[in-house]
Structures are given as structure tokens and as C-alpha cells.
């Protein structure tokens, strides 16, 4: 592997000064600013924890799919089994005498946090009928979006050993529900639902973000025994989005606390800078055999990153490629990465392609090649004499 470093004159002038990274109480925690991807603060956030009610967003994400499949309606009852309504906790109260429509199952799942409601759905979506076959169905559909540290036992987080989600992966599927479905993503936002009146003390949004005039507007809050509490969060301010996930804090005013402080920030104390620029060398990686020795290294858009406001100066980072590289080289194939590592922020990297076509050197090119590679050989201190 070949380091290179990157010249200062390739990068804006950035930052001198040390990023402060929040302190959270959290037992862990992510934060994601969703505009340019940047990830703010990473605390244990590949450790498969209980999640609690949080699970529930991957519940509701395989509800949305069904409903954009036309495999399920919005308008379309669904029967309540007797498995789901034994389930305690957060309910709708819901009895088998019901039918209950998918939007109403919906939004009892994202307002009241229903538990019934949740097994109501997955019965419905389940390979085989029942809440266990729609744990696995949702493991398996989990691995295919790139959650590696979740596992399902249940449909809505209820305690059951072996039923985990890191808080990365918890922001994953955040982010994919924002992303694929904004038709349903202002349900989050919503502060009451009362299902039929029967549960007046269970018609509220439990989120504590939504009332404070932050720009938050979702997702789902979570609280067991064992896994504390916890929050995924999103608020929007101006074009920026953050996304947020903490767990396994001691109480339901820590959680509110720590997740406005958050919130504040990740608006406050970061901006948008643009670090490299589509189509500009930031650096140029040799060629072997080519018919020019070498090729620029370029990204194929501007990288915008979040970096803190008090920084200033000139932003540390490397090309990485193996080289040199064999020709012939293509216009857009990707040959290096550029590594940044701002003070208090997890690495950052960008894919570099080539910005030109590099043909195979003629006859004379490899025949000088072949004599230079020679010479540096003979020259070499490590050759017998």
C-alpha cells in the first residue's frame, strides 16, 4: 500500500484548532449529519444493544415496502390475534373483535408506540403467519441494507434474549425511511393519535423534541429495564438534517435533556466546508508502462464535509493507492482514496478516480521501463554484490 500526502494547496483552508467533541452520557451513541453524510460523534455505535421500542422503525420500514409493493393497503382491516393482544406495555388496546386499518395500525405504531399494533402488521406480512417467521424475515432484510449488527426476535422490541440493533444500524434504517418514504415520514412528526377513545392515556407522541421548535420532526423513542433510555432522533434546520441515536441513559428527563443538547449541537458549532472539488487533481499517482507517466486523481463530485466552526487553517489527509499504476488506465476508474482525519471526528474518505484515459506505452516505453526497473535494481543497497 502506497501513502502519499496530500498538498496543502489541494485542500481549502480549514482547521487548526481541535474539534469538541460532545460529551454524552449515553452508554452509546451516533450522530449523522444527513446533508453530507459527515458522522459527528460515534460512541460504541457497533454494539448490538436492546433497543427497546426503537426496533419498531424496522418494523415500519417493512410495512412501507409492503404498502409501495402493492402487497399491502393503507385502507386494508387486519384481524388482531390472540398473540397480539397479549401483548403489555405500550398498547391501542386492541381486542380480537377488531379489524383495524393499516393506516390507523400505522400511526398507532409511531404515536402511541402500540405493541399490539406492531404484531398486528407483521402477522399480516410474515412468511409464515406469525411474529417470529416476520422477526427473521426483518433479520434477513436487515443484512441487505447494511445493518450487520441487528438481529430480531419480536416485531417491537419487547425483551427477548438475543433481540439487538446497534445505534448505527438504528440510524441506518432512520435514514432509509427519511430517504425512501417522505409520504410517510410526517406521521413522525405528529403529537397525538386517539385510536377509537379507548386509550386516553396513550394518545401521545412521546418524543420530547417535537414541542421545542428545533426543527425536529421524528422518529421514535425506546425504554426497557434493560435498556434504559433512548431516543432516534431527526430535525431539519435551514437545508441541514441531523440524525441522532442514544441509548442507555438512566431516566426519561436525561433522555430529553441529552437529546436537545445534541440537537443544538450539531446546528451550532459546525459548518459545510468543501474540502475537494469534482474534476481537480488533488494529487497524481504514477503510471507503469502507460503512454504518460501518469494520471491525475480527481473526485468525481465536490466533497462537502461538516467541520467545526473554530477551525482554521490547513486540514491533514492522505492519497492512498497501490501503485504504480498498470496501465491502461480509463477515464472515471477509481484508483485511490482520499483520507481526511479532522481533530474529533471519525475518518473521513472519498473515492479518486483517473481524469484522463492512460493507453499502454508502446514498444519503446516498456523496453525503458524494463531498463529503469533494472537500473534501480542494481542500485538498490539490499542488491548482492
Same mark, same amino acid.
Given at each position: 500500500?502506497?501513502?502519499?500526502?496530500?498538498?496543502?494547496?489541494?485542500?481549502?483552508?480549514?482547521?487548526?484548532?481541535?474539534?469538541?467533541?460532545?460529551?454524552?452520557?449515553?452508554?452509546?451513541?451516533?450522530?449523522?449529519?444527513?446533508?453530507?453524510?459527515?458522522?459527528?460523534?460515534?460512541? =460504541?455505535? +457497533?454494539?448490538? #444493544?436492546?433497543?427497546?421500542?426503537?426496533?419498531?422503525?424496522?418494523?415500519?420500514?417493512?410495512?412501507?415496502?409492503?404498502?409501495?409493493?402493492?402487497?399491502?393497503?393503507?385502507?386494508?382491516?387486519?384481524?388482531?390475534?390472540?398473540?397480539?393482544? *397479549?401483548?403489555?406495555?405500550?398498547?391501542?388496546? #386492541?381486542?380480537?373483535?377488531?379489524?383495524?386499518?393499516?393506516?390507523?395500525?400505522?400511526?398507532?405504531?409511531?404515536? =402511541? *408506540?402500540?405493541?399490539?399494533?406492531?404484531?398486528?402488521?407483521?402477522?399480516?406480512? *410474515?412468511?409464515?403467519?406469525?411474529?417470529?417467521?416476520?422477526?427473521?424475515?426483518?433479520?434477513?432484510?436487515?443484512?441487505?441494507?447494511?445493518?450487520?449488527?441487528?438481529?430480531?426476535? =419480536?416485531?417491537?422490541?419487547?425483551?427477548?434474549?438475543?433481540?439487538?440493533? *446497534?445505534?448505527?444500524?438504528?440510524?441506518?434504517?432512520?435514514?432509509?425511511?427519511?430517504?425512501?418514504?417522505?409520504?410517510?415520514?410526517?406521521?413522525?412528526?405528529?403529537?397525538?393519535?386517539?385510536? +377509537?377513545?379507548?386509550?386516553?392515556?396513550?394518545?401521545?407522541?412521546?418524543?420530547?423534541?417535537?414541542?421545542?421548535?428545533?426543527?425536529?420532526?421524528? &422518529?421514535?423513542?425506546?425504554?426497557?429495564?434493560?435498556?434504559?433510555?433512548? &431516543?432516534?432522533?431527526?430535525?431539519?434546520?435551514?437545508?441541514?438534517?441531523?440524525?441522532?441515536?442514544?441509548?442507555?441513559?438512566?431516566?426519561?428527563?436525561?433522555?430529553?435533556?441529552?437529546?436537545?443538547?445534541?440537537?443544538?449541537?450539531?446546528?451550532?458549532?459546525?459548518?459545510?466546508?468543501?474540502?475537494?472539488?469534482?474534476?481537480?487533481?488533488?494529487?497524481?499517482?504514477?503510471?507503469?508502462?502507460?503512454?504518460?507517466?501518469?494520471?491525475?486523481?480527481?473526485? =468525481?463530485?465536490?466533497?462537502?464535509? #461538516?467541520?467545526?466552526? #473554530?477551525?482554521?487553517?490547513?486540514?491533514?489527509?492522505?492519497?492512498?493507492?497501490v501503485g504504480p499504476v498498470d496501465a491502461p488506465v480509463e477515464k472515471g476508474q477509481q484508483l485511490a482514496e482520499l483520507v481526511v482525519r479532522p481533530d474529533g471526528l471519525p475518518e473521513m474518505t472519498l473515492p479518486l478516480v483517473a481524469d484522463a484515459d492512460v493507453p499502454s506505452g508502446g514498444f519503446m516505453v516498456r523496453v525503458t521501463a524494463a531498463a529503469n526497473a533494472?537500473?534501480?535494481?542494481?542500485?538498490?543497497?539490499?542488491?548482492?554484490?
Open positions: 500500500m502506497r501513502l502519499l500526502s496530500v498538498l496543502a494547496a489541494c485542500l481549502l483552508c480549514l482547521a487548526a484548532l481541535p474539534a469538541q467533541a460532545f460529551d454524552t452520557s449515553a452508554r452509546a451513541a451516533y450522530v449523522l449529519d444527513q446533508t453530507t453524510g459527515t458522522v459527528l460523534l460515534s460512541k =460504541n455505535a +457497533d454494539e448490538p #444493544l436492546p433497543p427497546a421500542s426503537m426496533s419498531k422503525l424496522m418494523t415500519l420500514y417493512v410495512t412501507f415496502e409492503a404498502i409501495r409493493d402493492g402487497r399491502l393497503g393503507l385502507d386494508e382491516r387486519l384481524p388482531v390475534s390472540e398473540h397480539a393482544m *397479549s401483548y403489555k406495555g405500550s398498547t391501542m388496546f #386492541l381486542d380480537t373483535t377488531d379489524r383495524v386499518r393499516v393506516e390507523d395500525l400505522l400511526r398507532g405504531v409511531i404515536v =402511541n *408506540s402500540g405493541n399490539d399494533a406492531c404484531v398486528v402488521l407483521a402477522e399480516a406480512l *410474515s412468511p409464515d403467519g406469525t411474529e417470529a417467521g416476520f422477526a427473521r424475515f426483518m433479520t434477513t432484510r436487515a443484512r441487505q441494507m447494511g445493518m450487520d449488527n441487528s438481529t430480531f426476535m =419480536n416485531s417491537n422490541g419487547w425483551p427477548q434474549a438475543g433481540h439487538r440493533m *446497534s445505534v448505527k444500524d438504528l440510524a441506518i434504517v432512520a435514514q432509509r425511511i427519511i430517504e425512501d418514504f417522505p409520504e410517510f415520514y410526517p406521521m413522525f412528526a405528529e403529537t397525538e393519535f386517539a385510536f +377509537d377513545g379507548r386509550a386516553p392515556q396513550n394518545i401521545r407522541n412521546r418524543n420530547p423534541l417535537l414541542s421545542l421548535d428545533i426543527g425536529a420532526d421524528g &422518529l421514535k423513542t425506546g425504554h426497557t429495564q434493560e435498556a434504559g433510555y433512548g &431516543l432516534v432522533g431527526s430535525a431539519r434546520q435551514g437545508d441541514r438534517r441531523v440524525i441522532f441515536v442514544i441509548t442507555g441513559l438512566d431516566s426519561e428527563r436525561a433522555r430529553a435533556e441529552e437529546s436537545e443538547a445534541i440537537v443544538n449541537w450539531s446546528f451550532r458549532h459546525f459548518a459545510e466546508k468543501t474540502i475537494a472539488k469534482q474534476g481537480v487533481p488533488v494529487e497524481r499517482a504514477e503510471v507503469w508502462m502507460g503512454g504518460a507517466p501518469s494520471v491525475g486523481l480527481v473526485p =468525481n463530485e465536490d466533497w462537502t464535509v #461538516l467541520l467545526p466552526i #473554530l477551525q482554521s487553517g490547513d486540514l491533514e489527509g492522505e492519497v492512498v493507492y533494472l537500473i534501480k535494481k542494481w542500485l538498490s543497497p539490499d542488491a548482492a554484490t
